[in-house]
């Protein structure tokens, strides 16, 4: 007799969804063991196994207690453990199978027997596990079909496993229908072996009792446990992969961090709070010169140089101390060292990171060595001067606004001198710009020495220098000014030249002659125009006076600009005279300006300030051109022999049309060209290269040339050979005391016998005694000019001259 019950609802649902619920986790599981390797992944493996076994045996166990039979019923725990093994050894198969990667078809059908083997095991042993006194058989066709199911449950649970392990995380949908599908076939199975049971009544029907598990809450108690284990299980799960996910990103952004550091074009280096040297990157190498396996566990001190490094300690301490900032956080500029020991300047920039009870530092370093020179080098464009590398005028207001305010806190004095190199444009515009500049740069140099540390020297421009002297005293101050005068008297040589200069130094002092930087250098180039004025090679200090002197100069420059427009010069001569003969043979023409509200104003007041301005070039023309009309005049009166000799400047000498211009006067005023002479200065003849075709030309026209002022100049008299003079005249310095001083007297007599030896004619200026004629006509001088026979005159009065002399050669 066949005795079937019939099935409680809720409990059929629960091991349905129990099936479905552990399928889910068991796909769930294999995704999970996809990203694992080691001991971690076998872990998960025998977590899905049993997870997977447990919830194919608690689907089986509840749906055989919703079965509700006739009949008390109960469970030997004996084949109820056996089942739940044999369970979880059959899962243990199939995720041993997928975590080995076995997809070939053979592979999966002997797992899928291995496995049906241990689900129908599991199967019939739980029902044999079954205490109810009744004897029970099977339908040979529903358990072979039950076997079948099986097989096929087997074979779709290995080929979804193998799906989604190749899949990543996600596709919730297709994994819920994946689960219910598994544990649609699951279930088939089970109820298929359910309905292949036959029960027949035994004799121990009469006399069972229950006497092993008892089935009224065990059903629920089974269920509620798997659930509970599926819960934790899937919340592990997913509190894994968060875990994994947030330890993938960390990987991940330690990994780019490793990769910019490794990459960066900047020196990074990492240390801990002793200072120990734990990361070096690539950047660090090539800046530093160090591998990484050589400073690795050593002192950062390595890449210090020595001045920096108790600096550098005593800040570690400070902020390990009290978490001040203190660089932390800031970009700083310092040195660092080579392996080389070559220091260079950096840029850094550093953190502090406390992971721990231990801080680490990290430096992101930067080689600014070629910033550092081109920042030089644009300071030196700004701020130095480009010929003698001194500073410049901007940088000395600048350096000397800054010595001001300090004085003014400290009460100190300071003193500004300004130096001027006398005659240097003679050096410049006969020998050239080059040695010029050559000579500019050595003077610099000369007064370099002659400073101290805390001064400055800077080239304002041209030839002039300014010195500024802080923290000073005025006995210092006369100290550095005879010092510069002695240096630069001493002979300068350059190349094939041997060079004499002298300098004129103004001297302003603070606070008593300014307030402002301006005030003290205009001052001091007031104090400097004054020792020129006092004959040059001295100092002066600037004293209220000169403020008047430099408005009167400069009321005569405005004058000047206007005096040849408004007529306002005149010319005067000098009569030169046969010392032999005592005949008037030449006269020197002599300009004088008669200002209209200051009256006769004398050439030493006018004459430098013309050649300062560059006025003497229009007025030497003007000069050239009246007294080659004035002697054309007397040659026409009968003054035939009578020679006019006119100052030449420089200035006037260089002009590139100078030669045209003389050609031309003497065609405009019919000058015969012997008759005119042109006066020298030694400055015109230093540069033989430049002067000598000029000189050529004026001879080939018949011009007569002479050298005026003879050995007063620093002209090399192996040049006379050379140049085409026809007279030398000795200066009135050396006439003045020739019966007074020895020297004077053998100076003069060896200008004479040098002049007699080069054929040249030699006149003596500035006669004023018959003593002095006397000597000169001893020693065979040819001429004389001088106030014994006249001062300068007008035309008219030297009119007169000339015909009393001729009235007088006639009788």
Known sequence: MNMMGHYNSA????????????????????IRLMSLKGGLKQLWWWVGAATFGAGIWSMHFIAMLALKLPMPVSYSVFWVSLSFILAILASAVAFLIVSRGLKRKIYILIGSLFITTGIVSMHYIGMKAM?????????????LLSWLIAFAASVVSLYLFFYFQS???????????????????????HFTGMAAMKMKPNHEMLHFKRTAIDSGVLAYTVAGGMLFIFACIIGGFYLDRRFQQTSTELEFKDSIYQSIILTASDAIVLCNSRGMIISFNKAAEIIFGYKEEEVLGKQLEIIIPMEYREAHRKGMDRYLRTKEPHVIGRMVELKGLRKNNEEFPLELSLSALKKGDETYFSGILRDISERKRTEEKITELVYRDPLTNLPNRRLLNTHLTMCIEQAAISGQMLAVLFIDLDRFKYINDTLGHDVGDAFLIEVAKRMETCIQKKDMLARQGGDEYIIVMSHTTHQQVVSLAKEILEKLNRPFLLGEHELFITGSIGISMYPSDGMEHEILIKNADTAMYRAKELGKNNYQFFTAEMNNMMAKKMNLEIGLRKAIENH????????????????????????????????LVPPNDFIPLAEETGLIIPMGYWILRVASQQAKKWIDQGFDDLRMSVNISSRQFQQPDFVETVQTILSETGLPAKNLELELTESIVQNPKSALPVMEQLK???VKLSLDDFGTGYSSLSYLRSFPLDTLKIDKSFIRYINEEIKDEAIVKTIINM??????????????????????????????????FSRPVKADELQDILENHKAHKTD
């Open 131 to 143: 205490n109810m006194g009744m004897d029970i058989s099977y339908d040979p066709i529903l358990y």
């Open 700 to 702: 080939a026209m018949g």
């Open 755 to 788: 002049a007699h030896s080069l054929k040249l004619n030699v006149i003596a200026e500035g006669v004023e005694t018959e003593e002095q004629l006397s000597l000169l006509s001893d020693n065979d001088c040819h001429e004389f000019q001088g106030y014994l």
């Open 11 to 30: 409990l059929l649902a629960l091991s349905v969804g129990i099936a479905i619920i552990s399928s889910y986790t068991a796909l769930n599981i294999i």
């Open 167 to 189: 899949k990543t995380v996600g596709m919730q949908l297709q994994k819920w229908m994946s689960s219910v599908v598994m544990a649609g076939a699951i279930g088939g199975m």
């Open 568 to 599: 306002e010069f005149e010319l005067y001569y000098q009569p030169q005279i046969g010392v032999d003969t005592g005949k008037v043979t030449g006269v020197e023409a002599l300009i004088r300006w008669n200002h209209p509200e200051i009256g």
